[in-house]
């Protein structure tokens, strides 16, 4: 074991702890914390991942502003916590940058004849690099013709490799089967390329530059904040494990975040959780409720947070129990939760990379008061290297 524990119990509690560090070192190479602003540094389109190091930034950045503006459609492709990092990403640069973005899983994309128009950008991303049904994808991207970007965490991994363009998490080693710093630390280097994307295509001001990596900025110290959920789920997990199903909900980039709340819970504590649009829930869910499920709302406060509230007090009256997320002391969210839990008021661009952690201490406290191998859970592999 060449990582150590470093006396966390768990490689996966030791990853989570490890957030708000490997966030910052997610965007440190992107930002300029002296103007707030942001220049992609050494994607490197066209040149070999050896060569990335030895890259003039300036140069490479008048390249990469040469290659995206060129683009008006991206394709975001992966698999599991990463797809739905790139779900957020959707949300990021549709919002900001005003592309269309399709986010595919990749076994389904590279099985389906995809339609990849010119001036496509086909971004994968893998924490490993290795993820087969990720790296045919990205074959067959670039044999149609696309360009190719991979959001990595391993340098010089497969997909990294075959890739035109290189972004990284820079999350150092991730040994939890169960993803936590690779899925934080990759919404905010998506947060950098939407900001950079948005800003060459001329849909973003410098002010609103400014705020973002403001807000950016701030987040590895509001995650410090929001892991001290560790203790609150400790104790709460004896309670919360006598639910029989789990019912995640959001909507806009909470949504993802719905989504891989559910996978956590499944992948760690084996129970049963799902992801749902807040929206969708009258369209089927909804008849799932009563005071044996709890219903976990992912609301902090933005544009959809009325919304979301009104899709909670629907869950409510059917007998669902709560456990909410939202933004600093919300008193309504506090009053109609079994379990409230407060992240820091934060941009919504930001907004998922904190409301994420108390999801991945609730599954990890389940697992372990159940008695479950957290970093090795029962059938599952790191990465998926066969199809
Ligand atoms: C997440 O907790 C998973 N174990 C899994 O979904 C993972 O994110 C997926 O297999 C993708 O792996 P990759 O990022 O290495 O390609």
């Not at 992801?275 to 909804?286: F, I, R, W």
């Not at 008849?287 to 933005?302: C, G, K, N, Q």
Request: aromatic residues 8%; negative net charge; glycine residues 6%.
């Amino acid at each position: 074991e060449m990582v150590e524990k470093q006396g966390y119990t768990h490689y996966m509690l030791k990853e989570i702890y490890e957030q708000p560090r490997a966030v910052a070192a997610a965007i440190e190479p992107h930002v300029n914390p002296e103007f707030f602003s942001v220049a992609l540094k050494n994607i490197g389109f066209g040149q070999s991942v050896q060569k990335l190091e030895e890259l003039d930034s300036k140069a490479d950045w008048e390249k990469t502003k040469e290659v995206l503006k060129n683009i008006d459609r991206v394709f975001i492709i992966a698999c599991g916590t990463s797809n739905y990092a790139g779900m957020v990403g959707k949300y990021l640069i549709e919002q900001l940058a005003k592309v269309p973005v399709e986010v595919d899983i990749a076994s389904e994309f590279r099985y389906r004849n995809p339609v990849i128009p010119p001036k496509s950008l086909v971004m994968t991303i893998s924490q490993s690099g290795e993820t087969a049904d990720t790296l045919a994808a990205i074959r067959m991207a670039k044999e149609m013709g696309a360009t190719t970007l991979s959001i990595c965490n391993v340098r010089n991994s497969t997909i990294d490799r075959e890739a035109d363009g290189h972004l990284y998490m820079n999350s150092g080693p991730e040994i939890g089967v169960a993803s936590t710093k690779a899925f934080t630390s990759t919404m905010a280097v998506l947060n950098c390329f939407a900001i950079g994307f948005a800003r060459l295509r001329g849909t973003m001001d410098e002010a609103t530059e400014k705020e973002l990596v403001k807000s950016l900025l701030a987040v590895p110290s509001q995650m410090e904040g929001v892991l001290a959920y560790d203790k609150y789920f400790e104790e709460a997990a004896s309670k919360l494990k006598l639910f029989r199903g789990f019912l995640y909900m959001g909507r806009g980039s909470s949504f993802p975040i719905a989504m891989e709340g559910a996978l956590k819970l499944k992948e760690l504590a084996y129970m049963h959780a799902e992801g749902y649009a807040a929206g969708e829930m009258k369209h089927g869910p909804l008849a799932l409720i009563d005071e044996r499920m709890a219903i976990v709302m992912v609301a902090p406060t933005d544009h959809l947070y009325e919304k979301t509230i009104s899709n909670l007090e629907e869950a409510r009256a059917r007998g669902g129990k709560v456990i909410s997320i939202g933004t600093g002391d919300n008193e309504k969210l506090r009053a109609i939760s079994e379990h409230y839990l407060a992240i820091p008021k934060a941009h919504w661009t930001t907004n998922s990379i904190l409301t994420v952690i108390p999801l991945q201490l609730m599954s990890y406290h389940l697992a372990c008061n159940l008695g479950y191998d957290v970093d090795q859970p029962r059938n599952l592999a790191k990465s998926v290297t066969v199809e």
